[in-house]
């Protein structure tokens, strides 16, 4: 199975924020998120020094096989290939998409982010399974950052053929105008694991998004 076709069934893409959670245990977070319905999550914590990122990576291996999730690893393709996770997510300072995916090989599910829609065709180009556009909305997890808005969504429907998602913002106030923009793969950390309910919010996102199609 290629990593396009594995990526294929994502609609709602959790990304953690584990200062948003309180005393919830990643076990029980990640059990959350899986009866909600989520098939995937990514493990982004930037705070961490490598050992502990590591040793948190090979935790939620475990947890997310035991629920038949996906783990992606934020930035760290050594620790994402140490934990045996399904892929890696990387920015713009991390390893060249192109580089991972000669090392991960077609299998991998390989995430670029993007802050344009033509910024995705170059991820496209060098191999990435999919690509995020973001921030589309001023978030809190990057307070610097410059919102891109809807209309890179549009273009994106329109010009990259590989699965895209989108991030930064987003909410259940505001998802009906993402999807309608074109989007149907969401990224959401706040929106999720600041709600207090995460199986329901995960819930929730993922119907509204499969009611369109």
């Known amino acids: 199975m290629t990593s396009h076709e594995r990526f294929s069934e994502v609609d709602i893409y959790p990304v953690t924020g584990r200062s948003l959670w309180g005393e919830m245990r990643d076990e029980e977070v990640i059990a959350e ?32 096989r035991r629920h038949g999730m996906a783990l992606i690893v934020n930035d760290r393709l050594d620790i994402a290939l140490a934990a045996e ?6 920015g713009a300072d991390d390893l060249p998409v192109r580089a991972a995916r000669e090392l991960l090989g077609p299998g991998a599910i390989i ?30 997890t990057k307070p610097g950052a410059k919102p891109i808005g809807l209309n890179e969504v549009k273009k994106a ?21 993402v999807l309608g923009a074109g989007a149907r793969k969401i990224g959401v950390v706040s929106a999720i694991f600041g709600s207090g309910d995460i199986e ?9 998004i499969r009611a369109v199609g």
């Open 33 to 64: 998120l899986a009866r909600g319905g989520a098939k995937i999550v990514q493990l982004r914590e930037k705070n961490l020094t490598t050992r502990d990122y590591y040793d948190l990576a090979v935790l939620y291996r475990i947890e997310t």
């Open 85 to 90: 996770a399904d892929g890696v997510h990387l």
């Open 111 to 140: 995430g670029g982010s993007s802050h344009s829609a033509e910024e995705a065709l170059i991820a496209q180009d060098e191999g990435a399974t999919y690509v995020n556009l973001g921030p589309l909305f001023p978030t809190p």
């Open 157 to 177: 429907v329109s010009l990259i053929s590989i699965p895209f998602t989108v991030m930064g913002g987003v909410t259940l106030e505001n998802l009906d105008s």
């Open 200 to 208: 329901s919010a995960t819930r929730e996102f993922k119907r509204r």
